[in-house]
């Protein structure tokens, strides 16, 4: 009888154990990891997640031509092809995150239409020096601007693939930000502040084939090799007039 109960015993905990791994899966699915062991403890399961990240920074790559294009006809299928790309075109942006350079570091936040919007330096350690902070602000400055020629590069491969010509417009801004969960029912994590806005702004009155940036920005980028291209004054909604750069390119010739 005692026997019994031991196994039967062994067999529970090897189940709660499954399911809990289970749990943080789905979990991780649509939360950073540490915000999902956050709600895996038991005290914390029904509780209100936030933080505050001062080393962050956030693009915004959108593809606007992608909705003039949009059609529903009979050849695609009421628009289920354009869609099926759309799809496509994401799941690649999101195989770049998953890369080792990125993994752990660049953060996604979500789709909005054909904009995609991620960020960096939201993982667990935050700096506790200003010396730590502006080393920090450095490389995360510095991997966006790379994720961000990742994502052009992608689209255009996508774009030799299907004989396309879809162009991206991307804007860049960093600084403090909260992050957090809202709702409990679908939980969805964001980042909220004025870094985001102005990251906003950086896409939405950008050019084409651009990756515009703020002049903070750009200084820091400009000191780590970037080539950029001062586009002059900007106006920006909330901010008046902005002096904003076009990153050119990832390093200058030597």
């Avoid at 992608?154 to 801004?173: A, C, S, V």
């Avoid at 750009?218 to 008046?240: M, Q, T, W, Y």
Wanted: glycine content about 6%; some cysteine.
């Amino acid at each position: 009888m005692s026997f019994l109960w031991k196994q039967r015993t062994q067999r529970e905990k090897e189940q709660k154990k499954n399911l809990e791994e289970v749990n943080q899966l789905l979990l991780e699915s649509i939360l950073p990891t540490k915000v999902s062991k956050y709600y895996m403890e038991e005290e914390n399961n029904a509780g209100y997640y936030s933080e505050s990240c001062e080393c962050a920074c956030v693009i915004f790559a959108s593809i606007p031509e992608f909705w003039s294009m949009y059609s529903e006809t009979e050849i695609n299928q009421k628009g289920v092809e354009w869609l099926r790309l759309l799809n496509e075109i994401i799941g690649d942006f999101d195989d770049i995150i998953e890369k080792k350079k990125y993994r752990g570091k660049v953060e996604k936040i979500k789709t909005i239409g054909s904009t995609y919007m991620a960020a960096t330096g939201l993982g667990e350690n935050q700096p506790q020096t200003e010396e730590e902070k502006v080393k920090m602000l450095h490389q995360n400055v510095v991997l966006m601007a790379h994720f961000a020629f990742e994502l052009i590069r992608t689209l255009n491969r996508i774009n030799r693939e299907i004989f396309n010509d879809l162009k991206m417009r991307i804007g860049l801004n960093h600084g403090p930000v909260v992050a957090g969960v809202i709702g409990s029912q679908k939980p969805l994590y964001d980042i909220w502040g004025d870094t985001v806005n102005v990251a906003s702004r950086m896409d939405s009155t950008g050019h084409l084939t651009k990756i515009q940036v703020t002049e903070a920005t750009a200084n820091i980028l400009s000191s780590h090799g970037f080539v950029l291209e001062k586009r002059g004054s900007v106006p920006v909604k909330g901010k008046g007039e902005l002096t904003t750069f076009f990153v050119v390119s990832e390093q200058r010739k030597s």
